[in-house]
């Protein structure tokens, strides 16, 4: 069984305050690394592991709302949390609807922080869980023909093999043939394992792209 990775907490932040934030932190023994801006952590990101990201939202140079659209630019979709010493609502409204994971005021409870890192990374491993089974059937989907995609699609809609055949203007054995293809290149056990796979592939995609 392939061993979990260990998930990265990166920390961008000024020096002082991320001294600050490392005091909160280093002690639950997490992999932590550390940035001074959004650009130094963009160039050394490692997309393979899971992780969050904290960011300090009062840095010079960089507001909240232009870190965030920084990152997006770069898809880069981990889970990311502002701290900062005062957030108005407008901008928190902002940042949620850009997609931030969660945003503390300073002074925050110690175990509120690391109890919303551990929910970030959670969600960060769960995310990736749910990319990796899109990509299999994603791979799967791909290896049929475009006839075979055709049946296929006919297929979890309902239709049964004599309305496949009159839909596409082929044989019923036409039809069979293609379905047994579908099934084994789909890997699937069963019709209802088949439009399932169809089924969270659409899911997926709506979700994630």
Same mark, same amino acid.
């Given at each position: 069984?392939?061993?979990?990775?260990?998930?990265?907490? +990166? $920390?961008?932040?000024?020096?002082? *305050?991320?001294? %600050? &934030?490392?005091?909160?932190?280093?002690?639950?023994? &997490?992999?932590?690394?550390?940035?001074?801006?959004?650009?130094?952590?963009?160039?050394? +990101?490692? @997309?393979?592991?899971?992780?969050?990201?904290?960011?300090?939202?009062?840095?010079?140079?960089?507001?909240?709302?232009?870190?965030?659209? &920084?990152?997006?630019?770069?898809? $880069?979709? $981990?889970?990311? #949390?502002?701290?900062?010493?005062?957030?108005?609502?407008?901008?928190?409204?902002?940042?949620?609807?850009?997609?931030?994971?969660?945003?503390?005021?300073?002074?925050?409870?110690?175990?509120?922080?690391?109890?919303?890192? %551990?929910? @970030?990374?959670?969600?960060? !491993?769960?995310? !990736?869980?749910?990319?990796?089974?899109?990509?299999?059937?994603?791979?799967?989907?791909?290896?049929? *023909?475009?006839?075979?995609?055709?049946?296929?699609? $006919? #297929?979890?809609?309902?239709? %049964?093999?004599?309305?496949?055949?009159?839909?596409?203007? #082929?044989?019923?054995?036409?039809?069979?043939?293609? !379905? %047994?293809?579908?099934?084994?290149?789909?890997?699937?056990?069963?019709?209802?394992?088949?439009?399932?796979?169809? &089924?969270?592939?659409?899911? +997926?995609?709506?979700?994630?792209?």
């Amino acid at each position: 069984m392939q061993k979990e990775l260990e998930p990265v907490l +990166y $920390l961008v932040d000024d020096e002082f *305050s991320r001294t %600050s &934030l490392l005091n909160s932190i280093k002690a639950d023994d &997490l992999h932590i690394k550390e940035f001074a801006d959004v650009n130094e952590f963009i160039a050394s +990101y490692d @997309a393979s592991l899971p992780g969050c990201l904290v960011i300090g939202a009062n840095m010079l140079g960089v507001s909240a709302i232009e870190a965030q659209k &920084l990152l997006l630019s770069h898809k $880069l979709h $981990l889970p990311i #949390i502002f701290v900062a010493t005062f957030v108005d609502i407008a901008l928190a409204i902002d940042l949620m609807k850009m997609g931030v994971f969660d945003l503390l005021t300073r002074p925050f409870n110690r175990q509120r922080l690391l109890d919303t890192i %551990s929910l @970030a990374i959670d969600k960060d !491993r769960f995310k !990736r869980s749910h990319l990796a089974k899109f990509h299999f059937i994603d791979g799967l989907i791909k290896s049929l *023909s475009n006839r075979e995609k055709e049946v296929a699609e $006919l #297929i979890v809609q309902g239709f %049964s093999n004599k309305k496949i055949a009159i839909t596409l203007s #082929i044989s019923i054995k036409t039809v069979e043939l293609h !379905r %047994s293809r579908v099934m084994a290149k789909m890997e699937a056990s069963s019709l209802a394992n088949l439009v399932t796979k169809f &089924l969270q592939h659409e899911h +997926y995609q709506d979700e994630f792209f």
